[in-house]
């Protein structure tokens, strides 16, 4: 059965998270480790209104090269409540680089969103100390080694940045953080004695879901996609213009975790979203 999930329009009165502080507060933080050496501080978000949260976020400032050649990492990842990758946000006076400092391209910015969201990345079973050594032509094609980093060919990677891919996507997938981030919601939600559970104004029709934009809250949207993503249905998107960005990025990041075709990251996703 083919399920269809039409974005509506006409978003008005909707939390547009990434550039407003109303009817929004934080949370109590908490920590997470990645590895022996590194710890990050997670800060959940808010809904003012029932106390729910909406999502949560690390400024992360961390080292992608454990030999100390490469620049440091200076961002704002963000997940969402079920501890999926949601976006990443890079200072503007402090961009991204790749070896030999060479600066992120802006498809480079977008590439890097679609690698974070890619969770049987290849990048999942290699450590940090195997990306400089030559038995990684086991897992990827290869043109050169360098010691700061190995150069992939493959579209889906980014030239020169294996290493910043690598930490990034482990931090935005692996371990403590997700699974901290989900936990955190279930007991969120557990004290106002709420389900996790799509709300009745998500309509079941015969042959496809439809879903409100305009009816759902922020919250409400992520538990129907994640719903939706726990039963595997296969689902098919129209895209619509003038859509609330951080509601693009909710369906977006479906799309790529779940490999749909036509997800047209390019299309949706610019690269000034994950500059500020």
Not at 89 to 94: A, G, L, S
Not at 109 to 123: E, F, G, P
Not at 138 to 164: C, H, Q
């Amino acid at each position: 059965m083919l399920f269809f999930i039409p974005l509506l329009l006409a978003l008005l009165g909707f939390i547009r998270i990434s550039n407003t502080t109303e009817n929004i507060q934080k949370g109590k933080e908490f920590t997470a480790q990645i590895n022996d050496s590194t710890q990050i501080t997670i800060i959940p978000v808010l809904d003012t209104k029932n106390q729910l949260p909406l999502y949560y976020y690390s400024n992360l400032h961390v080292h992608a090269c454990n030999t100390g050649e490469c620049k440091l990492i200076d961002m704002t990842m963000y997940w969402d409540i079920f501890g999926h990758y949601f976006k990443y946000v890079v200072p503007k006076n402090n961009p991204l680089t790749k070896v030999n400092h060479k600066l992120f391209s802006k498809s480079d910015y977008v590439r890097l969103h679609i690698i974070l969201n890619d969770t049987t990345s290849k990048l999942k079973r290699l450590s940090i100390y195997e990306l400089t050594e030559k038995q990684v032509n086991k897992n990827y094609k290869v043109d050169a080694v360098t010691g700061a980093s190995i150069k992939i060919v493959d579209k889906t990677k980014i030239k020169g940045a294996i290493k910043t891919s690598f930490t990034l996507w482990h931090i935005a997938n692996l371990g403590e953080p997700s699974r901290k981030i989900y936990e955190a919601t279930q007991t969120y939600f557990k004290q106002k004695n709420r389900d996790l559970l799509p709300t009745q104004k998500t309509v079941e029709l015969n042959n496809h879901v439809l879903v409100d934009s305009k009816a759902l809250s922020f919250t409400e949207l992520q538990v129907t996609l994640h719903m939706l993503e726990e039963k595997q249905l296969d689902v098919r998107f129209k895209y619509q213009n003038n859509l609330d960005k951080d509601k693009i990025f909710l369906f977006n990041d479906y799309c790529l975790r779940n490999r749909y075709k036509g997800c047209e990251t390019e299309k949706w996703i610019k690269a000034d979203d994950f500059l500020n």
